[in-house]
């Protein structure tokens, strides 16, 4: 390359150059800079500095960090400072800079790219603010679910207490024999005791639910079939009572929280002894491995429902059945979601009426590189 | 406990001289910055070298935004540290903001320091009634921006570093800016404790003797500021360097260097 074309690619490149001792004192620069800055070229060399360029802010930037990266590594890239030119030019950029031996016993110079990046500038700046603004919003919502979470258990717990002293009374006063058989009051009594039973049975499946996200001790490895004999212990007089049968195989191991999965047995199980049909109850637990999954299936000889209901049966407090016609609140299905889905797998199930159902749940398996 | 700390404040220790030296680097960089003066001092110093919790290669998960809230919290490690190495006349060499972690150290535990070098130092980098600090409140907020815009790709593209990926020659692009790194979180705290700060009334109470490396012209640590530094300190000497900028360790290893030593031949005699 001529010597001319060298010089007219130094002075013309489409992006700043320039030179600096290391007291920061501006020995060169190129034609684009200056009329980025609106300088004359005699204004600038050996009479200013890069740093008088640069807000306070900027400043501190360089002296503590930027000089001291270049001295110890020889260079620096992608350093973003904001360049005053005359008056109220400002030049957001992207600097690149290289040091630079050119003698042995004298000082380095340093070599200084400057990258206009006005544009791309103001895409940052909206991102710096979205990003923000998310972090805001994400703290702003654990906060608040912090307090739902305390205000569900509260609540529930602080419900338990006057619903007690109700039930208390209407068995008093039927101890009394105040009330006469066959009356409308019989009646009456008999519908408070009743919602009372519902009431409580509501508030114990809530307190259980919120304690779903409570912060367990973490996972650990949970045997699936400790957590199927912990459900049936709690389940006994129920078992007993309806004769009920319970297969279960060998099951694997899993990462979770031993409790929750207690609890997802339980629910599961007393379902399929709640809702029978005339049969006498047959639980059958069986489970593939697909990939990185363990597909746990709890077949029962049921009433089973249409397979359309699917959806219905995992929604908060929805039921399919009147509390009536069998007792429930509609909360521990949702619980069983909410459980799955804690441990990272999906719930769902196939049921055809009269024929029983078979519920299902995934959960990944053991990662053996990572637990020994 | 000791392995602990080791990690903590990633410790390194060189040298083959009985005689601790520890050097604590200033804001916004790391242990790497004491590369072109530890040479000099291996021969005759056991050479302590560490990094700030929320810096270099520190452990992340050690910093407490309560505890580092005021430079005490720093102090304490150095402290610490002393303690966990059985460290006693400690030659305490501290850069910049560290140079102020030494002072509020040396007031609490006299006994581990026989003699403080203090490069750059200041006490309140903000301007106050009759003390010049050299910037306002602003600046320093206009700093925190300053920040914010060099962190913007921190999560994505510098993350695997940080994790440790060694010998993956695809992240030595990522690892070019490696020295100095800091999680932008901790290193908008850092700069508001550092900068916003203001520990002059604990100059007066170290005894133990020191020594101010000032160079100039420097816009961090002013002319002005180092005097007041020795005009406070009971036991201090001052060297001013014909040497621009905040890192004289850095740009004139050689000039700091016989500084260092000729205060500290002097004070053996």
Redesign the interface.
């Known amino acids: 390359m001529k010597t001319e074309d060298a010089i007219d690619l130094y002075e013309n490149a489409p992006c700043g150059y320039l030179t600096m001792q290391?007291?920061?004192n501006i020995i060169k620069i190129n034609s684009t800079l200056l009329n980025w800055l609106n300088f004359e070229r005699s204004e600038i060399v050996n009479k200013k500095a890069f740093?008088d360029f640069l807000?306070?802010?900027?400043?501190?930037?360089l002296?503590?960090?930027f000089?001291?990266?270049l001295?110890?590594?020889g260079d620096?890239?992608?350093?973003?400072?904001e360049l005053i030119g005359k008056g109220t030019i400002r030049i957001p950029t992207l600097i690149n800079a290289k040091q630079i031996q050119q003698d042995f016993n004298k000082q380095p110079v340093y070599l200084i790219s400057v990258l206009g990046i006005t544009h791309r500038?103001m895409y940052?700046e909206e991102?710096?603010i979205a990003q923000k603004k998310a972090e805001e919003t994400t703290h702003r919502l654990k906060e608040m679910n912090k307090v739902l979470e305390r205000f569900a258990y509260t609540a529930s717990h602080d419900l338990q207490a006057p619903l007690n002293a109700i039930s208390g009374m209407v068995h008093i006063l039927e101890k009394k024999n105040v009330i006469q058989a066959g009356s409308e009051e019989e009646l009456i009594f008999s519908k408070i005791a009743s919602n009372a039973e519902l009431m409580k049975m509501m508030i114990r499946d809530l307190l259980e639910y919120s304690k779903i996200d409570e912060k367990s001790s973490g996972f650990e490895a949970v045997s699936l079939n400790e957590a199927c004999n912990l459900a049936l212990e709690i389940l006994d007089g129920e078992v007993q009572k309806n004769e009920a049968i319970i297969n279960i195989p060998d099951l694997p191991e899993v990462m979770g929280v031993k409790i929750q999965f207690v609890r997802l047995f339980q629910n599961l199980f007393s379902n399929a002894i709640k809702y029978r049909s005339e049969k006498n109850p047959v639980i059958t637990l069986s489970w593939e491995k697909k990939d990185d999954f363990h597909t746990i299936y709890v077949q029962d000889n049921g009433m089973g429902f249409e397979q359309v209901d699917e959806s219905k049966i995992f929604g908060f407090m929805e039921r399919l059945h009147s509390h009536d016609s069998i007792a429930g609140t509609g909360i521990g299905l949702s619980a069983c979601k909410r459980i799955v889905e804690k441990h990272g797998g999906r719930i769902g199930v196939k049921s055809n009426p009269n024929k029983g159902s078979t519920f299902y749940f995934t959960i990944s398996v053991i990662d053996e590189s990572k637990h020994h | 406990m000791e392995k602990d700390i080791i990690s903590r404040n990633y410790i390194n220790r060189l040298g083959n001289g009985n005689e601790p030296m520890m050097f604590s680097h200033g804001y916004g960089c790391d242990q790497n910055m004491w590369r072109f003066i530890t040479p000099a001092f291996e021969k005759d110093y056991d050479i302590i070298l560490f990094d700030h919790v929320g810096s270099g290669n520190s452990d992340e998960q050690a910093y407490n935004v309560e505890k580092y809230n005021d430079l005490n919290g720093y102090a304490d490690d150095i402290i610490e540290i002393c303690e966990v190495l059985k460290l006693e006349k400690v030659t305490y060499v501290g850069h910049s903001v560290s140079s102020i972690i030494g002072i509020l150290a040396a007031a609490k535990r006299p006994e581990l320091f026989k003699k403080l070098i203090l490069i750059g130092p200041s006490p309140c980098y903000i301007n106050n009634d009759e003390y010049y600090g050299g910037f306002s409140k602003m600046d320093i907020d206009e700093l925190i921006e300053t920040l914010e815009s060099n962190y913007l790709g921190w999560s994505s593209s510098i993350t695997p570093v940080i994790a440790g990926t060694p010998g993956k020659p695809e992240f030595s692009e990522e690892l070019h800016n490696s020295f100095c790194r800091m999680n932008p979180k901790i290193a908008k705290h850092f700069a508001r404790v550092t900068f916003l700060g203001d520990n002059r009334e604990d100059l007066s109470k170290v005894t133990v003797p020191a020594l101010i490396i000032q160079s100039h012209p420097d816009i961090i640590a002013p002319v002005e500021v180092g005097k007041f530094v020795y005009k406070e300190m009971p036991k201090s000497s001052y060297t001013q360097l014909e040497s621009p900028g905040h890192c004289p360790h850095l740009t004139e290893p050689e000039q700091t260097i016989r500084a260092m030593k000729s205060y500290l031949k002097k004070l053996k005699i």
């Open positions: 290391s007291d920061g740093r807000s306070m802010g900027d400043k501190i930037y002296e503590t960090h000089m001291s990266l001295q110890m590594q620096v890239t992608e350093i973003s400072l500038k940052e991102l710096l």
